[in-house]
């Protein structure tokens, strides 16, 4: 019995632990599954930021019907549409446009009307009679560029439409030999029979003997492909015989190695009330040939000046720049990314500083007439292209080229010299629309100033900016420099901390001393005041530095600068994530190249100028480019918690001036989409009640934001520029205010010549400031701000903004209606509200109409200096 009680007790215990286990398994198999089903749905089936998606809509095109004119006022042309104002007029034959404008009776032509007289051959000639170009790559990695004239408009291949308001050309890009499409090289024996079944005897018999049997296929011979009449002739037996498309895809599958090149892509032209749009619908573009379009240029010489002209190029680089008409300049022709280069497709070396294109426009003036040109779709994808004549042809011309598909270079192991990167170009076409859009500007409005006054009133008219923004003074920008990153230690043990550099308290007292000089209209940016410091966190969720102050004292800091009328911005970075962050999975919620690896960039080293560095211990400066596909996500939980905080606004650093797209193979989301999803960001940001300032400003932002800091007011000086402009300036001035980098972090002398272009930019001043002295600063990531201690730099900030305010104090509120340089070295700036200012950056003092402007200095008057 004992025995038997043993074994009873030794069997219980097993059962128990049998039972043990199989809890512990069961529990660990719910932990992994719930663990695995939270990673799938926050990670993988994350898609909320599809709703954001913009789908291209194509109208049904009818058969083109020229409109009756008695009288055409375009010779050789016939009148598709018109408007109150102009009139559209296209050559059926050439496939060219012509706008007649009915305000002066000047004409723009799609194409240079005199190109016949072009010395030049080849390509660089018959690009003059095209009106895009298309650059692709095929199966080899090997790139090349066709236009529509050499490979469609000469041999006849295109198609024409009637659509509203205008005409559409259906181009087919196609090697002359195999423009009948959709006779497939290779065809199933039962396909081959459908075919011969529905034709006539006669016609089965041809198709028969074009083709022979190999390999249980159906090949069609050499001698066919070579005959233009056979091919059209084969043609017409198929699509007789009901054979499509489809049919013609699946016999093809797994032999488009032999397809010859063959394109199909629209162009659509249409009057609208700004003047002419020009589309590309890239959603009904057709590759076939192992063709992998990556960029299409659009209507390369609309506008073209001829080599007699007189004018300038307007583009968008920084502030705005000219390239003058017929310069003999022979450097390298402009080339610039709007919103500049996508951080995927950049490269790691950084050849030389640059300011950002952050309008999408360019414009000609020729003689008394201009063009303005506005890309409104594709913004995020294009760049704008612009060169002189005398190079490449006899014609001065500005066009925007789009990038519909990216490419890699991937290197290959082992292997030297130039074949050791290969080209990896995307798999899909970006499905978008590509649209410029043209304003014709006459005498009176034919220069930069009134390109400036066209935009404007067009970004008013869509709301998108407001027309006036009252103020009786400038703003004085102050960036407040709070919480800084730094490495500590306890007893030997390193750790991260945070070493406050300004409390709110001590804000408090440098705005007080501000106060004291009647300074009262100020904007308060605080950097580093929530979730780790300047290099913060993923913002989430939002936890104060306890060393900078509490919740009370923030508030308290927000009271009194609102109480005078000024502004507390709380700084905050949405799209680059620190490598410190805690909170942000990378190898999941990052950008990713397409080859698959995470974006990761950081400082530049000035050793090797790649900017992949943490300059050996700020390794808060790396940094990850979240992916859009998650952005909404962390923009949501920010936006329901700054709700919480009794504070003017936020400042966002990077969601107006960065824009990066996601090239994971799965999920790729490609540039454009992705500025679809930060616009819906800003949208939601406004809801909060909060004003929005932001650091950079791109044209997609400028709706949403009453401050923008590190506007646009120098330009990159590239060989090819002749001269700087006020442009964005004369854009966003009276609606939104604005200032650029800190004063006392530039190289320049803050001198009479220093104030005196920022009177003429209209810019505010604006300071960064910490409260201790920044040596604290000098192991940290924050080490560049080696010139901020506010006991140095206040007396100078007032010296500086009461000179400023000075002069811009009455045309705070008002939009810069003109800007030019006379002949006499004067620059005159006109306002809305009737004032003048004269700025004269000479050694001399120069008298205009009476009016004496020192050298050195500004002259205002009540209204222009003829009245």
Known sequence: MDKQKILDEMNAKKRRKKRLIIIVVVALLVIISASALNIIFRYFKYDEYKKYEVKSKTEKGERFVAVNEDKPDVEGMVLVSENDNLKLYTNLETTEIAVYNKNDGSITYSNPQDRDTHTGTGINASNLSSTLAVTYYNKAGNVATINNYDMSIKNGQFETESIKDGIRYIYTLADEDSIASIVPYYISEDGLNKVMEKSSDYDARTVKGKYKLENGTYVLNDSAKKSKVG?????????????????????????????????????????????????????????????????????QFF????????????????????????????????????????????????????????L????????????????????????????????????????????????????????????????VVEKSLYKIDLSVSYSFLTKDDASYSGMARTYRKQLIDEGILKETNQSESVPLYLDIIGGVEQKKHIMGIPYEGVCAMTTYDEASEIVDNLYDSDITNLRLNYQGWFNGGIYHDVADKIKLIGSVGSKSDLESLNKKLEDKGGKLFMDVAFQKVSHESKRFTSVLEASKYYSGYVVELGATDPSTVRQTSN?????????????????????????????????????????????????????????????????????????????????????????????????????????????????????????????????????????????????????????????????????????????????????????????????????????????????????????????TIYINKTSQDITVDGNTVKAKNYLKTGGTVNE
């Open 303 to 358: 506008g073209a000046a001829s080599n007699k002209a007189q004018g300038y190029i307007l583009v968008p680089d920084g502030s705005g720049a000219l390239i003058n008409l017929n310069s003999g300049n022979q450097a390298t022709a402009y080339n610039q990314a709007i919103y500049d280069i996508d951080p995927v497709a950049q490269n790691y070396v950084v050849i030389e500083e640059t300011e950002c294109a952050r």
């Open 360 to 423: 999408p426009i360019f414009g000609i003036k020729a003689d008394d007439n201009a063009i303005f040109a506005r890309i409104t779709a594709g913004d995020a994808i294009a760049s704008v292209n612009a060169d002189v004549a005398g190079k490449l042809n006899n014609y001065n011309y500005a066009y925007a080229s789009f990038n519909v598909r990216e490419k890699e270079l991937l290197n290959m192991f082992g292997v030297q010299g130039s074949k050791s990167d290969i080209p």
């Open 615 to 835: 300059l050996e211990w700020y390794d808060e400066m790396i940094y990850y480019m979240i992916s859009p596909k998650f952005l909404n996500r962390y923009v949501d939980k920010f936006a329901s918690k700054i709700t919480k905080y009794d504070v003017s606004g936020i400042n966002l650093t990077d969601l107006g001036s960065v824009l990066t797209s996601d090239k994971k193979r799965s999920e790729l989301i490609n540039r454009q989409q992705a500025e679809n999803i930060v616009i819906g960001q800003y949208e939601k940001l406004a809801e909060t009640k909060k004003n929005l300032m932001e650091t950079g400003g791109n044209e997609y932002s400028l709706k949403y934001v009453s401050d923008i800091i590190d506007a646009p007011t120098s330009y990159s000086a590239y060989y090819i520029i002749d001269e700087q402009v006020p442009f964005y300036e004369m854009v966003i001035h009276g609606s939104i205010s604005y200032s650029g980098e800190a004063f006392n972090l530039m190289d320049d002398d803050l001198d009479d010549d220093f104030v005196l272009n920022c009177i003429e930019y209209g810019i505010a001043p604006r300071f960064t400031l910490s409260y201790k002295d920044p040596s604290k600063m000098k192991y940290t990531s924050s080490a560049d701000k080696y010139s901020v201690l506010y006991t140095t730099w206040l007396d100078k900030a007032k010296e500086m903004y009461g000179n400023i305010n000075e002069a811009l104090k009455d045309v705070d509120g008002s939009a810069m209606i003109n800007h030019e340089k006379l002949d006499n070295g004067l620059i005159k700036v006109d306002y809305e509200n009737g004032k």
């Open 231 to 299: 091919m059209e002739k084969l043609n017409k037996i198929f699509e007789k015989a009901g054979y499509t498309e489809e049919d013609y895809a699946k016999d093809m599958e797994g032999h488009e190695e032999d397809e010859s090149l063959s394109i199909t892509i629209p162009l659509e032209y249409r009057l609208t009330d700004k003047g002419l749009e020009a589309t590309v619908k890239a959603a009904d573009i057709e590759e076939h040939g192992n063709v992998y379009i990556s960029q299409i240029d659009v209507l």
